[in-house]
Structures are given as structure tokens and as C-alpha cells.
């Protein structure tokens, strides 16, 4: 396993040898959905420059200081975050002429809180759906090696002008991830494949795709995982009820929205129907399509009822473990062996050491396909 370290304003480049022998510990914690996070620890002279240069830029009089952390196993290289940083803290060392520089960030979602829109003249999109709105926020963080990925929704909204015409709310970020949430999709930057390029994804959780190699647990020398455990809860779901409003009668029309589309299928074959409706009655007062797609966003908060975590020796496993992918499960029972998705990943690297430690969830008991690769 070999670890690369880029550092710098705007374009980073690898940091020297002597930087790179004082990193002691390197914290990463990838969400499906959220931004991702970054703490690196460093043991360091009093003396060293690294001090004055990362406290500058936790105090904000360096604005944009770039981290991008790399890892290679077997021969792979995977960007783990591109962020820049936001925190530093200096804490006493072992003895008085070292101490040790803490250095936390985010990913490049911080770069897009740093100015609020909201209430300045000239920000309206007028007759553009969200989709459009979000391709034009993105294109102006170009310059970040961010590629905007926006899948359209199913039923686009095109605002009429003289109806309604959306005008931005708060910083670049919480629009663009208030839009997604009003279709039931998410919004997250996905660091590489190269360092210094990322993808800004706007779309539906995409549950479908070639699972990653099997966690094994209890399967002697196959086993690849150190912990490994499941819980269900068959109440967590709840089926969202909208209300279609005929314009000639003003009878308003409940119509049930499932949790489950194309690319959300059920990896478990038993599990129970939702025990609870939520009726969503502002919904009459919309349009069709809005009250559909507000709709189709409660459906989406619904909870998988299966949830798993562990941790894992990559070295052992043999390669890195990816959020928001299927992973194979075999060792732990009929019940939760099968296909699961990856909701989070925290990787630890240390000296002659890297674990990750996951969280894992679909909807349903007992697998869906009949043999889980390995």
C-alpha cells in the first residue's frame, strides 16, 4: 500500500518526503450522501513552516488550500477526497520540541458555501427546470476539475413565468441540494478517477451495477472482515399518499407513491409492506408533475429496514471498499447473506496499517440472487 499527499492553493502537488515521513494518521469518512471529511495528523518540529501554512489557511487568510489524498493497492491508485481545509489545531507532542498539527477539512462542497445568493437582484431562472439550474451552478467550479453528472428527473418541471419563477435560496450548495431533495435525489462530489478531477453527481441513490468482491464472516481462511453485524426493523417503512386536484371538479385524487423504481430494487425478497401511510395534502395545490415528484421524494426518505456495519483489513480484503456501491455478504445467515449497499466508508490509515470501517443497508431478508460472487 503506498499513500500520496497533494497539498496546495487551488492546484496541489505532492508534498516532499520529509512532510510525508511526519503524517502519522490519515482519517477519511466517505457518505452516500453528505460531504466527505478529512483529518490528518502530523508529528513536527516547532520550527517546521508546515506550522505557519496550515494555520494561515484554518484561519481563513489563505481561502482555498487544496488536500487530495491518494492510496494504491495492488498496483490501483484511488482517490480518496479532494477538500480543502477548514480546521487546524496544534496540541503538545511527546516532548517539548515536537508537537503535533491537526489538520481537518471537507470536501469541495465547502467551496460552494462560501458566497450566499440569497436576497441579491439578478439571481431568477425563469421557465428553467431544476436540472438546468444545477448545470449552471456547476459549470462555474470548472476551474476545481468538477464534472457536473445531472440526471434528469422523471417528470421535469418547466416552470411557467407568469406563474412561478425560481429564484436561488441560500449559498450554491444548499440550492442545489434543496432541488435535489424536492425530486427525491441526492447531491455529492465523487473524487476522482484522477487527483484534481471530481464528479458532481445530481441524480437518484443508483442500487443496481457489478457488486464488489464478498465481506466474508466465519468462513476460516476466507474470511475477510473483522466485525461484521445486521439489525431489522420491519416498521421503518412509510408509503407517501399525494393528492392529484382535478381542475373542473376541485376533487382532489390520492394516489400512493412505492419506494421502488428501476434503480432502487429490493435486494431482499421478505420484507413487509409499509405499516404507515403519510398523507402529503399541500401536495393538491400543485401542479401534476411537482405534486409527483414531491411525492416521489418522501417515497425516497423511506428507510431500508436492514442495516449492517463492520470493519475490515484492506490489505486483507485487497482492495479499497467504495460508498455507494453494491457489496456482496456471505457467512452471517440465510437472512442477511445476499447483495447490500454501501452507505458509508471510514478509512484509518497509519504507518504499516490501513482499516476501514462501513455501514451497509437494503430493503428485506433473504438474498435475491442465488449465489453471491466472490
Request: glycine share 8%; proline share 11%; no cysteine.
Amino acid at each position: 500500500m503506498h499513500l500520496t499527499l497533494l497539498v496546495g492553493p487551488v492546484v496541489p502537488v505532492p508534498v516532499p518526503q520529509p512532510v510525508l515521513d511526519a503524517l502519522t494518521r490519515v482519517e477519511v469518512n466517505a457518505p452516500d450522501e453528505g460531504a466527505g471529511a478529512f483529518t490528518l495528523q502530523f508529528t513536527l518540529s516547532v520550527q517546521s513552516p508546515l506550522h505557519t501554512l496550515f494555520l494561515l489557511s484554518g484561519g481563513g487568510v489563505v481561502p482555498l488550500l487544496r488536500v487530495i489524498v491518494v492510496v494504491t493497492v495492488n498496483g490501483m491508485p484511488q482517490v480518496l477526497i479532494d477538500g480543502v481545509v477548514t480546521r487546524t489545531e496544534v496540541v503538545p507532542g511527546a516532548d517539548q520540541r515536537h508537537t503535533t498539527l491537526q489538520v481537518t477539512g471537507d470536501d469541495l462542497t465547502a467551496v460552494m458555501t462560501k458566497l450566499e445568493f440569497s436576497g441579491l437582484p439578478g439571481l431568477p431562472y425563469p421557465a428553467m427546470p431544476a436540472e438546468a439550474i444545477v448545470a449552471l451552478l456547476l459549470a462555474k467550479y470548472a476551474f476545481l476539475g468538477i464534472v457536473p453528472l445531472v440526471i434528469p428527473s422523471i417528470a421535469i418541471d418547466v416552470p411557467i413565468p407568469t406563474n412561478r419563477i425560481p429564484t436561488q435560496q441560500g449559498s450554491d450548495l444548499e440550492y442545489i441540494r434543496l432541488l435535489a431533495e424536492r425530486v427525491g435525489y441526492v447531491f455529492y462530489l465523487d473524487p476522482g478517477p484522477l487527483p484534481g478531477m471530481s464528479t458532481a453527481y445530481w441524480g437518484p441513490k443508483i442500487k443496481v451495477g457489478v457488486p464488489q468482491p464478498a465481506l466474508n464472516a466465519d468462513m476460516d481462511a476466507a474470511s475477510n472482515v473483522d466485525e461484521l453485524s445486521f439489525s431489522y426493523d420491519g416498521n421503518a417503512r412509510q408509503l407517501p399518499v399525494v393528492y392529484i386536484q382535478n381542475e373542473q371538479t376541485k376533487v382532489p385524487l390520492p394516489l400512493p407513491i412505492p419506494d421502488i423504481g428501476p434503480l432502487n430494487p429490493p435486494l431482499g425478497l421478505i420484507d413487509p409492506p409499509p405499516q404507515q401511510f403519510r398523507p402529503l395534502p399541500e401536495t393538491a395545490k400543485y401542479s401534476p408533475q411537482r405534486a409527483l415528484l414531491l411525492g416521489m421524494a418522501e417515497a425516497a426518505k423511506s428507510a431500508d429496514t436492514v442495516t449492517g456495519r463492520g470493519s475490515l483489513d484492506v490489505v486483507r480484503y485487497g482492495r479499497v471498499l467504495k460508498p455507494r456501491q453494491l457489496v456482496g455478504v456471505r457467512g452471517v445467515g440465510p437472512a442477511f447473506d445476499g447483495l447490500h449497499y454501501v452507505t458509508q466508508v471510514r478509512h484509518t490509515i497509519r504507518r504499516g496499517e490501513y482499516r476501514q470501517s462501513f455501514q451497509l443497508s437494503r430493503k428485506g431478508l433473504v438474498s435475491t440472487v442465488p449465489l453471491v460472487p466472490s
